[in-house]
């Protein structure tokens, strides 16, 4: 067993302050994916229920802010495409559902 020397003073406290900065930086990373991950859920959310609605010949629900939606019919579909993006990462995100089309 090998005791500590005189010379190793503060080595622990340096590898820390070497390492924090990676620690927080995958630790920032994690967070904006999971932001991510949770937006795009609620992009997709929104897409099913547009879709549904104007298949029926209503209007879509509220849009979460930041997203565009696209529609387009065909088929006897109606096709719904939701654009944002990620509130921390600053991602594209995309979401696309189609219901039957109720109008026909």
Avoid: F, K, N
């Amino acid at each position: 067993m090998r005791w500590p020397s005189a010379g190793d003073g503060g080595s622990i406290a340096a590898e820390l302050a070497a390492a924090m900065p990676a620690v927080i930086v995958v630790l920032v990373l994690c967070t904006g994916a999971l932001q991510s991950l949770a937006r795009q859920a609620v992009l997709a959310d929104v897409a099913a229920q547009s879709a549904r609605a104007l298949a029926r010949g209503g209007s879509p629900p509220a849009l979460p802010s930041g997203a565009a939606l696209s529609e387009q019919r065909d088929d006897g579909a109606v096709c719904v495409t939701v654009r944002g993006s990620s509130p921390a990462l600053g991602l594209p995100l995309t979401a696309r559902a189609c219901a039957l089309d109720g109008g026909l």
